[in-house]
């Protein structure tokens, strides 16, 4: 999962960015599933479909779809290049072992050897959404976000209860959503998706 | 059952605006009406905790509960939907909307209504955190509802920006969980607040010290807390008045009250002085923010934005300062929620006249809307915390708060912080009453019915300022004693 969100800082054109979130929310899938099926937590099979539906199948034909209308756009000149990108990224990654020790300490799940990972995850898509300009790829960070929360609670905690979990798929989906409906406000009104026009507002 | 009545109301406004269509004036008042069901709820619930009773619950896994500290939070946001649904475009006045923007602001304020209410009604901290985070998504479909460069930036900005946050405070919520998963296995209901409360000395205080850390910059976003407030002063410029007068009378105030609700369980877990120091310095930090840039603000919204983030900041501060602190802080609460919703009305009736946003542009109010000017003149003079006005009262508490808990020096520098933050004001506000009114702009307040529920926020503020009421009182001490235990 975290190699699919270091995909992000060196590839550049959305649909590989894409790609890289599907991949992701495939793999984390994946771990649900396992989980649930060493768990013995049938709750979590639902959950699992639910995420397979809505982020590896529905969200990414969506954005494909935004991105296809938009015309191909390409990440080109990202705030902080790709190079020290993937240096910020291995720093971040450090970090989060480091802030996590405490965590890792009073577990005893089977699974907290990947605690760290998830909390790095979440560092690189807050990384991802602060250092790129456009506005998809901006959305696609914040997925890559949530997605590291998603595996932080199946990790640390086998899953959180049921109907928090499905009210934060709704919240993901819903907000998605509305991302794009002012994505094509933008469009519209800056006739571009580059953030960096966004810059009116001061004072 | 009355929490049905207090959620179904802006639900059923929903519907009703949904399936009507094109809109009706008729369909505005109905939904005006229809807050009243849900504020004469949020009434009783104050009532019960006022009386004493037990902390109410409902639905499957104790889905809802309602103690003094949700009443107190249930009755503001109430209170200030139904001041803003029945001073909102589309009640049969003179508009600028067209009817199709009109529906789309019935049907998003009140889905924005019904998850601040399930908001501050959710018993699980996780319920707690989608209604929040709906809140997010729901108001910023609505900054944009005249399109304008300004305010399709200001939405994205929102929403990226407390999306993200959130999703932090989600992070927060999860590790919180772990830390009681690990300790006390998987009872019943685990992320209830009650049963989280219960087993916080077992937990583990380095882990919640991390999730308290996430949780605090997630939900403080949301709260506007320097240096989180990034989004706040655009996306409170920029939406319509009625909605930036929720926004900032009781978004703010809601998001806040998440953080108490953590606050409350780190604190069983670690003693009070960490989050205590956390609160002291992200606090004070909005306070300079905040005060600073209303002196440099040339925008009279923004103005009002950036003072929004002072307040929360001194709430902030007063929920470290011991009891009479989180006193302090919860009567500045209801006092800056019937200030900042009346001034932000009032700033929407200004734009509408003068068409300018600029605080140079507005000149000469005092001779064109007499009762307007007054009225804003009031709210501005209760922001800044001046006598008779309930927010002097609710300062000076703070102050005596800090004192007595051994921070003189930091009480100092509030002082100071204030002060700047007053002459700033004043001096803004005299720009804009006095003066002679540009030319274009015609004399005369047209609809007054707004002025006339706007004299309530005034009502309540002198109330507040002259006298403490007892019931009140009662609320009080009981959220003093949820908070502070």
Request: one cysteine or more.
């Given at each position: 999962m975290l190699l699919c969100g270091i995909a992000l800082l060196w590839r550049h054109s959305l649909s590989a960015y894409i790609g890289a979130f599907r991949w992701q929310s495939l793999v984390l899938v994946v771990t649900f599933a396992l989980i649930g099926y060493f768990g013995h937590d049938p709750e979590l099979y639902i959950v699992a479909v639910v995420l397979l539906v809505l982020k590896a199948l529905v969200i990414p034909w969506y954005l494909r779809r935004l991105n296809e209308?938009?015309?191909?756009?390409?990440?080109?000149?990202?705030?902080?290049?790709?190079?020290?990108?993937?240096?910020?990224?291995?720093?971040?990654?450090?970090?989060?072992?480091a802030i996590t020790r405490p965590l890792v300490m009073v577990s005893s799940l089977p699974t907290r050897g990947g605690i760290p990972l998830a909390v790095g995850l979440i560092f690189v898509g807050l990384f991802v959404i602060v250092s790129r300009r456009k506005a998809l790829t901006q959305i696609v960070g914040f997925l890559v976000l949530e997605n590291a929360i998603a595996l932080l609670a199946a990790l640390c905690t086998y899953g959180i209860p049921l109907i928090v979990e499905l009210g934060v798929f709704l919240d993901v989906l819903m907000g998605c959503l509305v991302m794009q409906v002012i994505v094509y406000q933008i469009r519209d009104t800056f006739e571009s998706f580059d953030v960096e026009q966004l810059n009116q507002l001061k004072h | 059952m009355n929490f049905l009545l207090l959620l179904l109301p802006s639900l059923a406004a929903t519907g009703l605006a949904v399936t009507v269509r094109p809109y009706r004036a008729l369909v505005g008042w109905i939904n005006a009406l229809l807050s009243l069901v849900a504020l004469g709820a949020a009434l009783s619930f104050a009532r019960h905790a006022i009386r004493g009773g037990e902390a109410l619950v409902f639905g499957p896994g104790e889905l809802l509960r309602a103690d003094g500290l949700s009443a107190l939070l249930m009755v503001c946001v109430a209170a200030v939907v139904s001041l803003v649904l029945f001073s909102s475009p589309g009640l049969g006045g003179e508009t600028s909307y067209?009817?199709?923007?009109?529906?789309?602001?019935?049907?998003?304020?009140?889905?924005?209504?019904?998850?601040?209410?399930?908001?501050?009604?959710?018993?699980?901290?996780?319920?707690?955190?989608?209604?929040?985070?709906?809140?997010?998504?729901?108001?910023?479909?609505?900054?944009?509802?005249?399109?304008?460069?300004?305010?399709?930036?200001?939405?994205?900005?929102?929403?990226?920006?407390?999306?993200?946050?959130?999703?932090?405070?989600?992070?927060?919520?999860?590790?919180?969980?772990?830390?009681?998963?690990?300790?006390?296995?998987?009872?019943?209901?685990?992320?209830?607040?009650?049963?989280?409360?219960?087993?916080?000395?077992?937990?583990?205080?380095?882990?919640?010290?991390?999730?308290?850390?996430?949780?605090?910059?997630?939900?403080?976003?949301?709260?506007?807390?320097?240096?989180?407030?990034?989004?706040?002063?655009?996306?409170?410029?920029?939406?319509?008045?009625?909605?930036?007068?929720?926004?900032?009378?009781?978004?703010?105030?809601?998001?806040?009250?998440?953080?108490?609700?953590?606050?409350?369980?780190?604190?069983?877990?670690?003693?009070?002085?960490?989050?205590?120091?956390?609160?002291?310095?992200?606090?004070?930090?909005?306070?300079?923010?905040?005060?600073?840039?209303?002196?440099?603000?040339?925008?009279?919204?923004?103005m009002l934005a950036y003072s929004s983030i002072e307040h929360t900041g001194l709430m902030c501060l007063g929920l470290a300062l011991g009891p009479l602190g989180v006193f302090a802080a919860m009567l500045h609460l209801v006092n800056h929620t019937a200030a900042k919703s009346m001034t932000f009305l009032l700033a929407g009736r200004v734009l509408r006249r003068y068409h300018t946003t600029e605080i140079t542009g507005v000149s000469g109010l005092l001779t064109t809307m007499p009762v307007t000017a007054g009225l804003l003149a009031a709210g501005i003079l209760a922001v800044i915390g001046l006598p008779p006005f309930g927010l002097f009262i609710s300062e000076f508490a703070l102050i005596r708060a800090g004192f007595a808990t051994g921070h003189p020096w930091l009480m100092g520098v509030v002082l100071i912080l204030l002060a700047v933050a007053f002459v700033a004001l004043i001096s803004h506000l005299n720009r804009m009453l006095y003066g002679a009114p540009p030319r274009d702009v015609a004399a005369g307040e047209g609809s007054g019915w707004t002025l006339v529920l706007l004299s309530v926020n005034v009502a309540v503020l002198v109330t507040l300022g002259l006298t403490l009421p007892a019931p009140l009182a009662t609320l009080f001490d009981q959220i003093v004693r949820i908070v502070s235990r």
């Open positions: 209308r938009m015309g191909a756009e390409r990440e080109s000149r990202p705030y902080v290049n790709v190079a020290s990108s993937l240096i910020v990224a291995g720093l971040l990654v450090l970090l989060a072992y | 067209k009817a199709s923007q009109l529906r789309r602001y019935h049907v998003f304020i009140n889905l924005f209504v019904f998850s601040m209410l399930l908001a501050v009604s959710a018993n699980n901290v996780g319920v707690m955190w989608i209604a929040i985070e709906a809140t997010t998504i729901f108001s910023a479909l609505l900054i944009p509802l005249t399109l304008t460069k300004a305010s399709v930036e200001a939405s994205w900005k929102y929403i990226l920006i407390c999306s993200v946050g959130i999703a932090l405070a989600f992070a927060g919520t999860v590790l919180g969980y772990f830390d009681f998963v690990s300790r006390s296995g998987r009872p019943e209901n685990a992320l209830n607040w009650p049963v989280l409360l219960s087993h916080a000395p077992l937990l583990h205080p380095e882990v919640m010290k991390l999730a308290f850390v996430f949780l605090l910059v997630g939900y403080g976003t949301k709260a506007g807390i320097a240096p989180m407030h990034t989004w706040l002063p655009d996306a409170h410029s920029e939406a319509p008045a009625p909605l930036s007068a929720m926004m900032s009378g009781v978004l703010l105030a809601v998001a806040l009250y998440a953080i108490v609700r953590w606050k409350v369980v780190v604190d069983a877990t670690l003693g009070g002085g960490y989050t205590d120091r956390l609160l002291i310095v992200l606090g004070v930090l909005s306070l300079v923010i905040g005060s600073f840039s209303i002196v440099l603000s040339h925008n009279y919204k923004r």
